[in-house]
């Protein structure tokens, strides 16, 4: 049974999950002509479209399941974390079939890896539910997962959208290789002002001089 102390959570975040999933389908409609297309690297992009929906659904059907007088937030959380495991592993086979650019698949990998521990951790919660219905631990554990899964959800439809991505170790790097290009340049620079000066000179000598 849902303790009363996180009720109004699961209220809230159905109430989020409904609008999450509404504002996806306009992302979808917004990239749909690449989406369109299902070979190459546009399958990343499908697969996030998928991710994103399958996260939000997720946090969806627990939030009204929760709020459902009985216990049947325990068989709730048990399906759709085997429906979400389902597609994580559709999903890795899809990208390892059209092998797009290895760094976007590595990392699309990663997410999906941490997608399908979510999903094994609910599905764990689940069955602790079922098995011991007054556990008001297992319930809160799954009240987490669905956070989890709301943050996973917004990072693959910003990326869906192609917003605009900052990374920590791709800013050292770029900082990095900047302070080595500045410095190539300013050592390329010391080395043209010997023959740059000896040049002038020889420019503004008068015609009868001796050469130096």
């Not at 159905?14 to 999450?20: K, P």
Request: charged content about 15%.
């Amino acid at each position: 049974m849902v303790p009363a102390d996180i009720h109004d959570f699961f209220a809230a975040s159905a109430g989020v999950s409904g609008a999450l999933i509404g504002l996806l389908f306009v992302a979808i409609s917004v990239v749909g002509e690449r989406l369109a297309r299902a070979e190459g690297g546009t399958q990343i992009h499908r697969v996030r479209a998928y991710a994103a929906l399958v996260a939000f659904t997720n946090t969806l059907a627990v939030s009204l399941f929760a709020l459902i007088p009985g216990e049947l937030i325990g068989g709730a959380s048990i399906s759709v974390s085997l429906v979400g495991l389902v597609f994580v592993l559709a999903a890795l086979l899809s990208l390892l079939r059209v092998r797009p650019r290895r760094w976007a698949t590595a990392r699309d990998a990663r997410f999906l890896v941490g997608l399908a521990v979510v999903f094994v951790l609910q599905f764990i919660a689940g069955l602790d539910v079922n098995a011991h219905p007054g556990d008001a631990g297992s319930v809160k554990t799954i009240a987490i997962l669905v956070v989890v899964c709301f943050l996973l959800g917004i990072g693959q439809a910003w990326e869906l959208i192609g917003g605009p991505s900052i990374g920590i170790t791709h800013e050292v790097v770029a900082l990095v290789r900047g302070d080595e290009l500045a410095a190539g340049e300013a050592k390329a620079a010391r080395a043209r002002e010997p023959a740059e000066a000896a040049e002038e000179a020889e420019a503004t000598r008068p015609e009868d001089a001796p050469p130096a």
